[in-house]
């Protein structure tokens, strides 16, 4: 099946806002999770969260492209191969910057509600990025 030029950026923009939404909408609420957070003024903290979807939706783009190359087709079948590699990448994605940036980086800390996995908060791990 041939795509069509306006198909393919249709899709891509479709992909980039439900991304930006979805993901500026968690950043937001798990956010509360995080050490001084909650006490923003939200001056702060929307651009803040703006900022973090916004790099969400760019890896997302990055893990979709790496899956693209790995199905070798822009438009990959939404097949369990292809669903479990994307899985992995983001994952994977997610673990390394949330391990990075609270262990070696000290870019921010979990308040006590924040359920951990193996010292990873559950949410910024499980998050639509992580996902998939």
Known sequence: MKIRAGQRAAFLTTLAVASFLLNFCWESLHG???EGHPEMAASAYVPMMLLAALMD???IAVI???TALFAR???WDQVSRNRLFFL???LLAA???EYVSINSL???HYRSSMPL???IGLFPLFGPKGSG
Request: hydrophobic share 60%.
């Open 117 to 119: 996995l193996f010292g």
């Open 32 to 34: 509360l999770l995080y």
């Open 57 to 59: 939706t760019f890896a």
């Open 95 to 97: 673990s390394l910057l």
């Open 88 to 90: 992995c990448i983001g």
């Open 106 to 108: 000290h870019l921010w």
């Open 73 to 75: 087709t822009w438009f």
């Open 64 to 66: 979709y492209s790496l």
